[in-house]
């Protein structure tokens, strides 16, 4: 009867140990038989229960390589499947962490905005009170125009005050057109109204520099032409013209006009100039010459006493002599002579007495 498997393996196990630890050498037959029970044994898992029974399992190795390399790859992707997870879980809320971030930042610049646009509110009703008030000034100043034009009596269409300067430009193509002023209530709202009231002010600064050139210009015609008194209070005794000489008693030529005065009294310059004579002169006694500039030029004779000196810079109505009678003169009064471009005029033309 032959045995089972299981006892094969144990039976053919104790004789190879037997053999071994007494050192008897094996037979070829019993050589084959070790090989044969060894490589069953390889192929086969002995189990042994709790009540001592023995239970064999057979098993193919090539199989079970299979199943180590499977399990190999199942562990290896489970360990990367992790690890990826576990890092893009950290990616994430890192992300998560940056984002919360910026909602607080933004929240931030939300709430300083809110904060600037309370202050710019506050700002811009200050600057659009001073707004106000520069335009009230700039309507005073009109008035002060107009009335300077008026009294000197100028062409108003050359300097009209109230006409809007002249503007431009294209249409801002807006949908709403409004009929009513609109307050202001942005900071380009309070920038166009100030660019508006700076071309204003251009425009009046423009005006006005004119308007004062203008009355520059007339009131230095006025101190540089001869239009003035000559004595504070005096007589014209002899007029300009032909006329009979009171010392040869023939008729010749007067040059100038004469005015009687009180001897002493003060002679005035008709108009500003430089004295570029005082002194006595033949036939005018003591005289004092002026030019005016402009081609005038004016000289007052026979006085008692010149006040001014040669190179003297004199102003209208100043007083640069005494009345007297020196020269040829046959009592006190001034001989009034005015030149224009070298030539006698008559001097009541110009001298208001």
């Not at 006025?222 to 008693?249: E, M, N, Q, Y």
Request: hydrophobic share 40%; charged share 20%.
């Amino acid at each position: 009867m032959v045995p089972p498997d299981n006892c094969l393996l144990s039976h053919a196990g104790l004789v190879f140990q037997a053999s071994v630890n007494y050192g008897h050498a094996l037979s070829p037959d019993a050589a084959l038989t070790r090989d044969a029970v060894m490589k069953q044994m390889s192929n086969t898992l002995m189990l042994t229960n709790r009540y001592g029974r023995v239970h064999s399992i057979a098993f193919n190795p090539r199989r079970m390589l299979q199943l180590l390399l499977l399990g190999s790859v199942l562990l290896v992707t489970v360990i990367l499947y992790t690890g990826f997870r576990l890092g893009a879980d950290v990616e994430v809320r890192k992300q998560l962490g940056e984002v919360a971030t910026l909602q607080r930042l933004s929240r931030q610049q939300q709430t300083e905005i809110q904060d600037i646009r309370t202050l710019s509110s506050a700002s811009l009703d200050a600057l659009t009170l001073r707004l106000g008030n520069m335009q009230a000034e700039i309507l005073r100043l009109d008035a002060l125009g107009e009335r300077l034009v008026t009294r000197a009596d100028l062409d108003a269409s050359e300097f009209d005050f109230n006409a809007l300067p002249p503007v431009g430009g294209p249409e801002n193509g807006s949908d709403e057109e409004d009929d009513e002023e609109s307050p202001v209530t942005t900071i380009a709202d309070f920038l166009g109204m100030l660019e508006v009231l700076q071309v204003s002010i251009v425009d009046r600064e423009t005006k006005l520099g004119m308007l004062e050139g203008v009355l520059m210009s007339r009131n230095l015609q006025a101190r540089i032409l001869p239009s003035g008194p000559a004595v504070k209070s005096g007589l014209v005794s002899s007029k300009f013209g032909r006329r009979i000489d009171p010392f040869t008693g023939k008729r010749e030529m007067h040059k100038g006009i004469d005015i009687a005065g009180k001897e002493g009294a003060q002679i005035l310059a008709v108009a500003d100039g430089i004295v570029i004579w005082s002194g006595e002169r033949k036939g005018y006694g003591n005289l004092v010459e002026i030019d005016h500039g402009t081609g005038y030029v004016t000289r007052y004779g026979h006085s008692k006493q010149q006040l001014v000196e040669s190179g003297d810079t004199v102003r209208k109505g100043q007083a640069i002599a005494l009345i007297g009678s020196t020269g040829r003169s046959t009592g006190p009064h001034v001989h009034v002579e005015v030149m224009k471009d070298g030539l006698y005029v008559n001097p009541e033309k110009y001298l208001v007495n």
